[in-house]
């Protein structure tokens, strides 16, 4: 099993500051690293596919790079709607498997 | 627009059964691959299961190997999550997903207490 370790697990920023999320996985991917969202009481989102594409509708304001085991997600410039929990996933293999999640809160 | 919408989730005790369902509507039902993702309560997202569109290709959570199955009814556009032997820790709220991971539903949830 592929484990996901996020770090860090709380960021605390400000609105317009720029956030940096890591992704590290215990064995190397091929590409199949995804970054979700989640806010309080809705279902995840999907920001970024294949480790740097962003999927529809996603904001240019969120960029995913990295690649073998350690990726990135940036959030340049955050706004209100963006404090939530971000997730990564690898669907290299299976069993599918989800990071901890790095919560990016108000400072 | 892709819709699913979960059923099925409620209160049951240890060692109980379940039947949960996903409706899926919006995408060629047969050609979508689908998972079953869980929440618990204030905790990180586990993937639970996956299906392909033909429904003759599983994977499982090594944590509920052998007491899950998923399963399809591609007539009915329907995915299914058939919980048995339940234990305190499949307490959750249980989302399906599409082969895209664009579309999720809003979640079921499951509640494993004497």
């Known amino acids: 099993e592929i484990v996901l370790t996020q770090s860090p697990a709380t960021l605390s920023l400000s609105p317009g500051e720029r956030a940096t999320l890591s992704c590290r996985a215990s064995?190397?991917?091929?590409?199949?690293l995804a970054w979700y969202q989640q806010r309080p009481g809705q279902a995840p989102r999907l920001l970024i596919d294949?480790?740097?594409n962003r999927a529809a509708g996603i904001p240019a304001r969120f960029s995913g790079s990295g690649s073998g085991t350690d990726f990135t997600l940036t959030i340049s410039g955050l706004e209100p709607a963006d404090f939530a929990v971000y997730y990564c996933?690898?669907?290299?293999?299976?069993?599918?498997?989800f990071g901890g999640g790095t919560k990016v809160e108000i400072k | 627009e892709v819709q699913l919408v979960e059923s099925g989730g409620g209160l049951v005790q240890p060692g109980g059964s379940l039947r949960l369902s996903c409706a899926v509507s919006?995408?060629?039902?047969?050609?979508?691959?689908l998972s079953w993702v869980r929440q618990a309560p204030g905790k990180g997202l586990e993937w639970v299961a996956a299906i392909n569109g033909g429904g003759d290709e599983t994977h499982y959570q090594d944590s509920v190997k052998g007491r899950f199955t998923i399963s399809r009814d591609n007539s009915k556009n329907t995915l299914y999550l058939q919980l048995k032997s339940l234990r305190d820790e499949d307490s959750a709220l249980y989302y399906c997903?599409?082969?895209?991971?664009?579309?999720w539903g809003r979640g079921t949830l499951v509640t494993v207490s004497s």
């Open positions: 294949d480790a740097s």
């Open positions: 997903a599409t082969h895209t991971w664009a579309s």
């Open positions: 064995q190397s991917l091929t590409r199949y």
């Open positions: 919006g995408l060629t039902f047969s050609l979508a691959d």
């Open positions: 996933q690898q669907r290299d293999s299976w069993p599918l498997t």
